[in-house]
């Protein structure tokens, strides 16, 4: 949580960035889409593009575009474990549907440590909003992928 405070904060320090540089969701949509593992090349694509445009060169934009790119695969990971989360219920009932619950919460911490720790250690230099936020985006998308595959037995 402390995570998200820190990188929600970027963005509310700086309300001019948050209108310039932006993410295009349906290239985040497109990568989830045509993903056939949790690590494809397109992970960081959209945050790329968004970097090419005014204002996301700088720190604070490279910051609000790698955010802008986690934004969406955060939304496309809560769909999927809803998705998840229904096809556990239908394979294995309510207790394995509360283990992914479980798996999840444990999950969110996990990734939350893991990138505030990444910020910690440079959190003397500008770049730490930056290498914060690309572990946040490259961590979520893995997720949202994970969570579209698991329980299937194809």
Not at 17 to 40: I, M, Y
Not at 95 to 103: G, I, R, V
Not at 108 to 135: F, H, M, N, P
Request: a negative charge; charged letters at 25%; proline letters at 3%.
């Amino acid at each position: 949580m402390k995570l998200a405070w820190l990188l929600g904060g970027l963005m509310l320090a700086s309300p001019a960035l948050a209108q310039e540089p932006s993410v295009d969701p349906n290239a985040v949509r497109t990568c989830f889409d045509g993903a056939k593992d949790t690590h494809p090349g397109c992970i960081g694509e959209a945050a790329a593009a968004c970097q090419d445009e005014p204002g996301g060169d700088t720190t604070l934009g490279i910051s609000a575009c790698l955010q802008g790119e986690a934004q969406v695969w955060d939304d496309i990971a809560k769909s999927q474990y809803k998705a998840a989360r229904a096809r556990l219920l239908e394979q294995g009932g309510t207790d394995l549907a509360n283990m992914l619950l479980d798996a999840q919460s444990a999950w969110g911490q996990y990734r939350d440590a893991d990138c505030g720790l990444l910020y910690e250690i440079w959190k003397d230099g500008t770049i730490r909003t930056v290498v914060a936020s690309q572990c946040y985006l490259e961590r979520t998308a893995q997720r949202a992928l994970e969570l579209r595959d698991l329980g299937r037995m194809e």
